[in-house]
């Protein structure tokens, strides 16, 4: 299409052919899988995009099956098996079929591709530590055990949260302004405070966390999203904590006052670019 924006154009086609859901079921429902997917194919990093095929192939009838995305993937990286966008996609299709082993496989390879890079580290510790979770509410949830076989099996599924500890280390190395990586490493050294050294790096980066706490003159942006029935629902508000400076309060107003503008825009007979342009 030519239209540059990581791919969200896909995004809201998607939106528009399956709000006609009620006149034509078939069609438009077709339509809105088939723009997802080739979005998908030209950005499989977009999360967006993938979240909406997710939801077509769980939610609908007849669509198609899950499977489909994942051959899509697994075709495309035969014919490109350095593309890391392609094992960025491949990871979060496999997380979102909750097969946290080939997920994580592939951001494994992400990392290979890019040593040094702050997502592929970051995402491969977050996923090992989903797959400890599910693992965990597992165990919670088997009351069939005695007591020494559930120590055993606590046991094993403390290696696999340990096993999430190094790749976060790197992306903190990597980014140690990121928030997320902190908090993760805080929460994680915390549950394996038991194995040898995890309490002194819980301290670590319990004092890391602390300097986190916002400030005097700091803004938040609180960004929330819902998707309901194929419609998609965001929210974002910045707040000020206490007095901001000049330059900060006017940034804050002038953003706001463009936002209005934009949305002035966007009715029916207008184009997307009439929205930035406002």
Not at 124 to 131: D, H, L, Y
Not at 179 to 200: N, P, S, T
Not at 227 to 238: A, H, P, R, V
Request: net charge negative; aromatic share 12%.
């Amino acid at each position: 299409a030519g239209y540059k924006d990581e791919g969200m154009i896909y995004c809201y086609l998607f939106h528009c052919y399956n709000g006609q859901e009620s006149v034509d079921a078939e069609k438009y429902l077709t339509l809105a899988k088939n723009t997802l997917l080739e979005g998908i194919k030209l950005y499989p990093k977009n999360a967006t995009i993938l979240d909406g095929l997710m939801w077509l192939y769980t939610a609908k009838e007849n669509i198609g099956d899950p499977a489909e995305l994942v051959a899509m993937v697994e075709g495309m990286l035969k014919e490109d098996p350095t593309n890391y966008d392609l094992w960025f996609g491949r990871g979060r299709v496999y997380n979102a079929l909750k097969n946290y082993d080939e997920c994580i496989a592939s951001f494994k390879k992400c990392v290979e591709l890019r040593p040094e890079d702050f997502d592929a580290n970051y995402y491969t510790g977050v996923f090992i530590i989903e797959k400890a979770n599910a693992l965990n509410e597992a165990l919670n949830n088997n009351y069939n055990i005695t007591y020494e076989e559930r120590a055993v099996e606590d046991e094993k599924v403390n290696k696999v949260y340990a096993e999430a500890l190094p790749w976060l280390e790197k992306a903190h190395q990597l980014n140690p302004s990121n928030f997320g990586a902190v908090e993760y490493l805080k929460q994680l050294c915390f549950r394996l405070r038991e194995m040898d050294g995890m309490m002194d790096k819980y301290n670590k980066y319990n004092e890391l966390y602390k300097e986190y706490i916002f400030k005097e003159g700091d803004i938040i942006s609180v960004d929330c999203g819902t998707l309901l029935d194929g419609f998609c629902g965001d929210s974002c508000y910045t707040f000020c904590v206490g007095e901001v400076d000049d330059a900060t309060r006017k940034l804050l107003q002038v953003t706001k006052e463009s936002l209005y503008k934009g949305i002035e825009q966007a009715v029916h007979g207008k184009r997307i670019g009439d929205i930035g342009s406002a």
